[in-house]
């Protein structure tokens, strides 16, 4: 069966027509000073229709928390509104998630090869994934695992204040005389979290380094010194965000990590990631760290995988 | 049917038949230089066939994270162990689980009138309750409605790195000079966590205070400032974990607040501890944490009647 799915975030809407985890048509626009979701969908309809390929249920999973079928995204004006679209298109069933949720429904879709084993671990009897990944903001997520399929644990933990290093404070208080408030985990981990990070280092060690975007900080990670540093410092407090949420929702089949920083770096999350996500504060937990899985997905389309696996099991 | 419930934590060890929710028999021991459970275990069964009560199934609910039937008590060397406990005893039925584990059960059947609703919120569709707790540490736990029963996510997130404010950088310095590495969680809000905030306090502003231990604290916070002001801020810092927990889990059911702690002082957890619990960094987050309920659960003995649940629904 078809299904119109969408995967819309901070920086970019996908649209895609999918039948059984294959994406026949794809689509992308930038999210940002668009105004309507609906009229997108619509034309979106309109060519899926004109190539043969329409379909009559459809899922969105967009950045935001979901409350009675809305989505205001986080990051930008863009509402996704289940009433709004099915009474604005032909589509039967329409449903509308949270990304992370979907993106936690990708784990269980999502083809081998697209997946980097960083810690093989050994999965516990306990049914329960979760998933982390930072794109424009922190997304997470848990997947909890019953006899009659998955139930989710939706997280806005990106949004809680960051358990960072003391020796990392130099960092905390220029993200807070940046913003004005106390730093939450997104300011961190995130696109502009990279940006954040490149910016205290400018001020602390390489006055001469330009303002750069969080795109050009990653291009430019392996021939510019503040960049190489940013990404360093970046994928550190990565690893103690990964750990703290492993901590906090103990899976015993391991944590997943996505967004879309992750999929584009694989290489820079290696045996340095590892080591700093089991380097728990109180030895003994190292244990329980170093027994997890934990694995990245570097199919930056998987949640429309996710989206579909929804309509199919939900 | 009578069930053997226990609920062993880092303080006390708490046996009990229970039949339907009701405690026919309830024992205590400290937990401390203890260092066999399965003899306390078997004196108790001996109490309960000699007054006509035993039970032939039972449900151990311990402070520390479960791996293959067997908890290693975090803050003790107590070892309780399925098999062991099966092979000494004519138990038929055993199970061990999590003491928040059960917690998150007790949810279910405890009695109204042990709750205190701090904020009534809006539960929504999302079947998710997230329980979180201080005693001699800080437990959390999560539990997802399904069609079929409940499916709990364990945490051990009292173990992860504290998200505390910039303002309590010195207090966040102390306890590293005090225990040598980066603080976690459950180093501010529990019974150590208590008393390390009275003794920081000592060292700032009460120089005379003398040291106390955490109950002697909890006693004293009406007639002493030194205690008035560390109890003020472990609720402080209490709410913001309590906040943190609630980002990460999204509760749709809620939060409840459990642990001794709160459980002896319920009339610290007022108007206070609920303004500073939806005092999110973001502003747009505030809608989503006023919308939560937040229910105190004053019954000290919940998580042995969650052990009793656990036994009939799992």
């Known amino acids: ?77 863009l509402r996704v509104d289940r009433e709004q679209i099915a009474s604005s298109t032909d589509l039967t069933e329409v449903k509308v998630a949270n990304d992370f949720t979907a993106f936690t429904d990708a784990t269980q879709v999502v083809d081998e090869s697209q997946i980097k084993h960083l810690q093989q671990g050994d999965s516990r009897d306990l049914d329960t994934v979760s998933v982390i990944g930072a794109g424009t903001g922190l997304g997470k997520g848990v997947l909890v695992g019953t006899e009659n399929g998955h139930r989710h644990v939706e997280s806005e933990g990106g949004h809680a204040p960051a358990p960072i290093r003391p020796r990392d404070g130099g960092l905390h208080s220029f993200i807070e005389d940046r913003t004005g408030r106390p730093p939450v985990q997104e300011d961190f981990v995130s696109g502009r979290g990279l940006k954040n990070i490149h910016d205290f280092l400018r001020q602390e060690s390489f006055p001469n380094a330009e303002e750069l ?38 899976p015993g089949k391991g944590v997943y990590i996505g967004g879309g920083v992750a999929a584009r770096n694989p290489d820079e999350f290696g045996s340095r990631f590892v080591e700093r996500f089991a380097d728990a504060p109180e030895p003994r937990f190292e244990r329980l760290l170093r027994g997890m899985p934990v694995r990245l997905v570097t199919d930056y389309k998987a949640s429309l995988l996710g989206a579909e696996h929804i309509l199919e099991t939900h």
Chains 1, 2 share one sequence.
């Open 213 to 250: 975007s969080p795109e050009q900080i990653s291009e430019r990670k392996d021939r510019q010194d503040s960049c190489r540093e940013a990404f360093d410092l970046f994928v550190s407090v990565y690893a103690d965000l990964v750990r703290a949420f492993a901590l906090e929702t103990n």
């Open 1 to 77: 069966m078809r299904s119109i799915c969408g995967d819309i975030g901070g920086t970019h809407d996908d649209l895609a027509v999918v039948e059984d985890g294959e994406i026949l048509l794809h689509q992308q626009r930038k999210t940002r000073r668009q105004h309507s979701f609906v009229n997108y969908l619509e034309d979106f309809i309109e060519e899926a229709d004109d190539k043969g390929i329409g379909a009559d249920r459809a899922c969105f999973a967009a950045a935001g928390p979901v409350r009675d079928g809305v989505v205001n995204l986080t990051h930008t004006n």
